[in-house]
């Protein structure tokens, strides 16, 4: 067979917005979402991927192989080392809050590993991190390839808009190997964190995500996840210069247009 030209361009309208078809060097089709107006005049990326298929939908794809700090994205990949380490023994297991007002109201009690998540409590995620420990932390996140590696930032601040970084194709990654249970991580644990992860349960898809925000300057957002449907998985990551509500909102406007979820 002759070779082929590596990259064709189709437009179409797909559910209300504009995308182009590339193929990529593995034959894998790659459409580029037209959606720069979702995201306000503000650089970000977003991929959203069929892991049944090789379905991918992107927003600049420049962006999407650029390293940022998880920010609180983190958490699903600290649950899965807090866990596999016994840092904390289950989902229900309390931390209890050491008194100190924070930021937000529903930080300022006890968390368990499932509430922490669902309210993106710091505190406790530090705490487990600390209980982790250093050499138990590095090795996990070498193992489970995650980012650029690096925790040299302090073993409860590497995440923050620190150390470690990560793109958001190499989110959508992480998140492909979670849902598939393809992890160095017992499959049980796995399955707690994907279950914590949950956001959304509708009638036709469950939606299972984390946002992330770099409370400092508000200039970094993420969110990351996958939603489950009758006709498959996919996985998405996004990230931008805003907050994570942003990112999120925006990623749930494109999984409506591309009828994903209703």
Known sequence: ??????????????????????????????????????????????????????????????????????????????????????????????????????????????????????????????????DIGAENMQHYVNMINYGNRDITGGIDQFWLDSSLNISAKEQVQFIENLVEEKLPIDKQHMRTVKRIMINEEADDYVLHGKTGTRLSDMGLGWYIGYVETDKGKWAFATNLDGSGSTAKAITLEALKELEIIK
Request: charge should be positive.
């Open 1 to 130: 067979m002759k070779f082929k030209t590596l990259c064709f361009i189709l437009v179409l309208l797909v559910s209300g917005s504009l995308s182009t078809i590339h193929a990529s060097a593995n034959g894998h089709k790659v459409k580029e979402l037209q959606i720069g107006e979702s995201f306000g005049g503000v650089d970000g990326t977003m991929i959203i991927q069929n892991l049944n298929t090789d379905k991918k939908y992107m927003y600049n794809q420049k962006r999407s192989n650029v390293r940022y700090t998880p920010e609180s994205t983190f958490k699903v990949a600290n649950a899965l080392i807090g866990l596999q380490t016994k840092a904390v023994k289950d989902e229900y297991e309390v931390k209890r809050w050491d008194g100190v007002i924070r930021e937000f109201e529903d930080w300022n009690r006890d968390h368990s590993l499932a509430s922490g998540m669902r309210y993106s409590v710091i505190w406790f995620y530090q705490q487990m991190a600390r």
